[in-house]
């Protein structure tokens, strides 16, 4: 499916004051979304965020080849340690409130997260990057998966969903949910980890806010658009915190003298004085991290 017959622009002479018809709200079910930002779309009934186009893109092919190799991330790879810092955290936290039972992870890349679950939990995943998908069964024995997780032949329950910085990259993240909601018995948990559009950072930001840059990501939730985005499917959202995230400095360096403001020659310049494996950890109380629990029938 191609991210235009999604989203059907509709412009009109006043881009600012352009009604956008796209159908339906993935949220609420309205028809008829308002330009926002002047490069987004939002549903003036319930909030809920989109990318605005421009042409047709094929989403998938976003995710192969180089995207863990300079498109998106600098070398994915090599801040193996710091994104397991991450998880290794984020980890912590699902074991307070579950320790055991099948666990599944959308978006699983090189398996890092999977490889700490799996000594508490059966682990399964899904990546649509061959490469990465293939790095994280031959070097962590984890399950991992390249078929379209929608259409998949997959048995349940699973006792524990995990999306980490995922959804906002789904063309179709209703159908997701709807799809984990099937899978998951009552008692179930789900964690996802997205970006906060209703957050200061975002609200302050504006158009120029580091998290908006369609079309990798698709998607701009706020509190209450995701919470209402999983109750449609049964769950309910039991807490709501914002995270701190590891990165390498020459990540961060990357992201914005390469990635945003196109100046590699500067970025080669200022790389070699900062060894690979230096980071820090840093909260911009602009990324929330969602725990829902499934409802009973």
């Known amino acids: 499916m191609k991210w235009a017959e999604v989203v059907d ?111 508490y939990f059966e682990v399964v995943g899904y990546e649509v990057n061959i490469e990465a998908a293939q790095y994280a069964r031959q070097t962590y024995g984890v399950d991992v998966r ?41 008692g179930a948990l789900m964690y996802v980890t997205t970006s906060d559009i209703g957050s200061f950072v975002a609200r302050h930001r504006g158009p120029k806010w580091r998290m908006i840059h369609p079309p990798s990501h698709l998607h701009y939730f706020d509190r209450s658009t995701l919470a209402r985005l999983l109750a449609d499917y049964g769950f309910r959202v039991i807490e709501t915190q914002t995270v701190g995230t590891a990165r390498s400095l020459r990540q961060i360096l990357y ?9 590699p020659g500067l970025y080669h310049k200022v790389k070699c004085l900062i060894r690979p494996g230096w980071g820090l950890t840093v909260n911009t109380f602009d990324i929330m991290l969602v725990t829902a629990e499934k409802r009973g029938c």
């Open 9 to 119: 622009q509709k412009q009109t002479e006043s881009p600012s004051e352009s009604s956008m018809t796209a159908g339906p709200c993935l949220v609420c079910g309205h028809v008829g979304f308002s330009s926002y930002l002047d490069i987004l779309l939002k549903c003036p009934n319930c909030g809920f965020v989109t990318a605005r186009p421009d042409s047709s893109i094929d989403v998938l092919s976003l995710y192969q080849s180089d995207y863990f190799t300079g498109a998106e991330y600098l070398d994915y790879l090599a801040d193996e340690a710091l994104h397991r810092k991450n998880f290794h955290a984020r980890l912590s936290r699902l074991l307070r409130r579950r320790s055991s039972g099948r666990l599944l992870e959308i978006g699983s890349a090189y398996g890092f997260f999977l490889d700490l679950a799996k000594q």
């Open 146 to 186: 390249t078929d379209d997780f929608l259409q998949a032949d997959i048995s349940g329950p699973f006792d524990v969903t995990i999306m980490w910085d995922v959804i906002e990259h789904l063309e179709r993240p209703d159908l997701f949910v709807k799809r984990i909601a099937e899978l998951s018995g009552p």
């Open 255 to 263: 992201s914005i003298l390469v990635l945003r403001m196109k100046m």
